[in-house]
């Protein structure tokens, strides 16, 4: 027994020892160990959630090697650190190959980090991007196997000469988004192994360096967004590993080399928006797959090839001068094809019924002549079909009902005579259907109303009759309808309430009183009713559209007296011969028509007076108790004051805490007096607080079933983020209440109004130039700060002129960010539209997208750019702002005419720097969201406009 003790003891402890020598392996050497956690202590940050209590490789963002024993890599993406001070530490793991901390708020990199971790023999990658990064490119000494480097989106400046020489194994440099300038560097690791150079969106100038050729590894090449000029050099043919080459938006020039031709490897070649001219080389897509040179003065026809190659997916060319016909070769493998705003003259002879991919055809504002071949119904993918602004003639073809996966078909300002096939409301996914300038004739189809998907119809200036089919209010995603300048009369159905956009009704023959079926439209924003046979008094029911800010009752034959609309909606009612206006009505101080014409200008008054005051009272009622609930209403001294469940001050600046009066300012909010502005989704009151001081109170709606009701807790925790950010050209809230069925934040009150305001009153034409240009580039730094931040981009759902507030004519702020992070668009009671913004400064892809985006904000902010150069607001008469620039903006000769004359006179350097904001503004709205610029960019860009 005692030996077999002894055996069992000695293979217990063999046992112990097998299973045990593994684990005290894996095991971080205790400097390492103790290395992580002051790394963990000096990061100092509740967001980063390691267990100090375990094995550092165990920690989120940590990687070991496979027997633990070493930190291989550590990833601190996304967590929001400002303070650098933790980056030494790092640099004492000898054993690190990879550190990532981009996405955070980092504002440098100190010297520290750049010497100790230069020394680290095995690191590979370096990842600073999408942080805050100041001053100038840091000087790279060691890093000797270092072959990742990405510092994009930062704000990095100045020069770059030799600080990259070192790097002798850099295999892929990514420096795009920054304020570098002067030339594009050459000096990128003296081994010249590199493989991927993406330098985009600063502000390099001068040509592309001959020397760059000497890096003959590079597979790929991004010098988009910068100043570049000068030509493509000829030796571009010495790099035969490139497969990616993006020129886009620069100043270069000259022809496109033949000598691209040669490199077997490239695939996608870009050059949109350039000064490019010259015909395009034969063969030039023998071996690409994405070829874009949208945006230049390329001229001759389009090469018999070009569209032929099987490798070939996408192609664009448009806004170029080419003439003749399209190409009949083309590839069954294509995807895109965009050939717009040139000067095209003839289809091609191709059998359409071999393009299986195709899922965009852009042919828009050509010279195409004839039928449209009844072949284009064989697209089996096609998506999207833009045959606008050509000189198209005959009958629609019905067979354009087989495009079973198309949402968007344009065939606007073109010759096509006949009736709307029926086929065409076949079409179930169709988000945008514009007909409109044509000569067609008939009935709209009752079957529209099958169009369930549907955001934009517009039929406008045809020649169509009849009335408009009853079933269409059953259309519950259309945000926009136009029927404008037809010959429709009878009855008007009921509207659909998704209604947003605009309902243009007018140029038509219809009469009778305006109908009642109009009511339910809370949403819309443009109603045109002007030049019809319409009768009677203005209903009352028009002054309660919350959401209208534009109306037309012009050239009518009504009559009465034109009630109070609110102060945001413009009333157009000219050529209404009856129509009384009670704000011009003074009582007569003459009696020369004697005593029985006295007795009628009495009765007349009185009656008038009887009625306004009625009116008068319910449009304060409607004013003053208006719920989206429809709440019970009560006289305004029993109107309670909200009960608060939660109240907080966000703000650290001692003042605002102490002036901030929550009581009073629940107060203010229950007087309709103290409203100085109504938007889609609050209501902002002016509360002056017994300090004698004024703020900004925003209500928000719970009861909309918008506001996400989640918990007031996350509400309020979203708030508190707000609250932190800091920027000039932001308005983020100080403080907020929570009520039972609201939320009222709390901003800093702006003196000057809103842009709109300010920019389209009476006394618009006083603003110069100089503070038009402050506001632009105040307003851009604004939504370049929200766009970049690092926890991801703040965007927003509704942003137009009348969301930019002015504390000066120097200091815009951008208000309204808070609705992106408190709206919940999949709890609302309506439709998605609710979120489409405000009419003029939608993003044309919208409507079919339904996506609010970066590239959306970059339009609206465009049309705000529009606004301030021409004077005009984003809609007027009907047209949009946006889309009358760009239709007059072909000719480049002919922009003088565009901008606010009372302006560009002033002087010489103001008309230069409008019109260098114009070329800016033109690229903001342009149609395709893939050739607008960032932020970040237009922000460089509109500052280089000085």
Not at 667 to 675: H, L, Q
Request: aromatic share 8%; hydrophobic share 40%; with cysteine.
């Amino acid at each position: 027994m005692a030996s077999f003790g002894n055996k069992g003891s000695f293979l217990y402890s063999l046992f112990c020892l097998f299973f045990s020598c593994p684990f005290a392996l894996s095991q971080l050497s205790s400097t390492q160990k103790s290395t992580m956690i002051t790394l963990y202590e000096k990061i100092n940050d509740s967001s980063i959630q390691w267990n100090i209590t375990k094995e550092p490789c165990s920690w989120k963002g940590v990687k070991c090697n496979p027997s633990n024993s070493s930190v291989l890599g550590i990833s601190l993406s996304g967590f929001s650190l400002s303070s650098s001070d933790f980056l030494p530490v790092v640099c004492e793991i000898k054993s690190l190959q990879e550190f990532d901390v981009s996405n955070n708020r980092l504002n440098k990199i100190p010297d520290e980090f750049m010497e100790g971790c230069g020394e680290i023999g095995g690191l590979k990658l370096l990842n600073f991007s999408r942080n805050r990064l100041g001053g100038s490119l840091p000087k790279f000494v060691g890093f000797v196997r270092l072959k990742f480097l990405d510092l994009s989106y930062n704000e990095l400046s100045g020069d770059i000469h030799l600080e990259l020489e070192g790097l002798v194994g850099l295999k892929s440099l990514n420096l795009s988004s920054n304020l570098f300038s002067g030339s594009i560097p050459t000096q990128l690791g003296k081994s010249k192994v590199l493989k991927e150079l993406a330098l985009s969106a600063n502000i390099f100038q001068g040509a592309i360096p001959e020397e760059i050729m000497e890096y003959q590894n590079l597979t790929l090449i991004d010098l988009s967004q910068n100043k570049l000029s000068g030509v493509i050099p000829d030796r571009i043919r010495e790099l035969s590993k490139l497969e990616v080459l993006v020129l886009s938006q620069n100043y270069l020039n000259g022809e496109i080399p033949e000598s691209l031709l040669t490199i077997t490897c490239l695939s996608r070649f870009a050059a949109n928006q350039n000064g490019f001219h010259g015909a395009i080389p034969r063969g030039i897509t023998k071996f690409l797959k994405n070829l874009d040179l949208s945006y230049n003065k390329l001229n001759g026809s389009i090469p018999s090839d070009l569209l032929s190659p099987s490798s070939l997916q996408t192609v664009d060319l448009s806004f170029n001068l080419l003439e003749g016909s399209i190409p009949a070769n083309i590839t069954p493998n294509l995807v895109r094809l965009r050939l717009g705003s040139n000067s095209l003259d003839g289809f091609p002879s191709a059998n359409f019924a071999t393009l299986k991919q195709l899922t965009y055809l852009e042919l828009n504002n050509n010279k195409l002549n004839g039928s449209i071949p009844p072949e284009f119904g064989s697209f089996p993918k096609l998506a999207l079909l833009d045959l606008a602004q050509n000189r198209l003639a005959g009958a629609l073809p019905p067979e354009l009902g087989n495009l079973t996966d198309l949402q968007v078909l344009k065939l606007e300002f073109n010759n096509l005579s006949g009736e709307i096939p029926s086929q065409i409301t076949q079409l179930q996914k169709l988000s945008i259907l514009n007909i409109s300038s044509n000569s067609l004739s008939g009935q709209i189809p009752s079957s529209i109303s099958s169009l369930q998907n549907l955001g934009n119809l517009n039929l406008r200036d045809n020649k169509l009759n009849g009335s408009i089919p009853n079933t269409i209010g059953s259309m519950q995603s259309l945000l926009e309808l136009q029927l404008g300048n037809n010959q429709l009369s009878g009855y008007i159905p009921r509207m659909p309430p998704s209604l947003q956009i605009a309902l243009n009704l007018s140029h038509n023959h219809f009469e009778g009183p305006i109908p009642k079926t109009l009511d339910g439209l809370r949403a819309l924003e443009v109603l045109d009713l002007s030049n019809n046979n319409f009768l009677g008094e203005i209903p009352a029911f028009l002054t309660q559209m919350q959401s209208l800010t534009w109306l037309s009752l012009s050239n009518n034959h009504l009559s009465g007296v034109i009630p109070e609309f609110s102060s945001w909606v413009t009333l157009e009612t000219s050529g209404n011969k009856d129509l009384i206006n009670a704000t011009k009505l003074k009582p007569s101080s003459k009696s020369e028509k004697g005593n029985s014409v006295a007795v009628i200008v009495m009765a007349v008054t009185v009656s008038i007076v009887v009625s306004g005051v009625v009116v008068i009272l319910v449009m304060f009622l409607s004013r003053r108790y208006s719920r989206v609930n429809d709440e019970q209403l009560q006289p305004v001294e029993d109107l309670p004051l909200p009960q608060i469940l939660q109240d907080n001050l966000l703000t650290s600046n001692g003042i605002h805490r102490s002036n901030i009066d929550f009581t009073k300012a629940m107060e203010s909010v229950t007087d309709p007096s103290n409203i100085v502005l109504k938007t889609r989704f609050s209501t902002y009151y002016k509360a002056t607080m017994p300090s004698g001081s004024s703020y900004f109170v925003k209500k928000l709606n719970w009861s909309d079933k918008i506001f996400q009701l989640g918990s007031h807790d996350r509400f309020g925790a979203e708030l508190e983020a707000f609250g932190k950010l800091s920027n000039s050209n932001v308005m983020n809230p100080l403080a907020y209440v929570l009520s039972v069925d609201n939320a009222y934040l709390f901003y800093e009150y702006s003196s000057k109004g809103t842009l709109f305001d300010i920019l389209h009153s009476s006394s618009g034409s006083d603003i110069d130039w100089a503070s038009r240009y402050s506001i632009a580039v105040g307003v851009a730094q604004g939504l370049s700060f929200l766009h970049g931040i690092a926890s991801g981009p703040i965007l927003l759902l509704d942003l137009s002129s009348k969301s930019i507030f002015l504390k000066s004519l120097k200091e815009p702020q951008v208000g309204d960010i808070e609705l992106y992070k408190v709206i919940d668009p999949s709890k609302s009671t309506g439709n998605l539209s609710t979120v489409a913004g405000s009419v003029g400064y939608i993003p044309p892809e919208y409507a079919y997208t339904m996506r609010v985006t970066m590239a959306g904000n970059v339009y609206s902010f465009g049309v705000i750019l529009l606004e301030l150069l021409t004077g005009k607001p984003a809609v007027s008469g009907g047209t949009e702002l946006a889309k009358w620039v760009l239709s007059n903006s072909v000719q480049q000769d002919k922009w003088d005419n565009m901008l606010d004359f009372s302006i560009s006179r002033t002087s010489l350097a103001a008309r230069s720097q409008m019109l260098a904001v114009l070329k800016i503004a033109l690229g903001c709205v342009s149609l395709s969201p893939e050739a607008r610029p960032k932020m970040k960019s237009v922000l460089r860009m509109l500052l280089n406009a000085r």
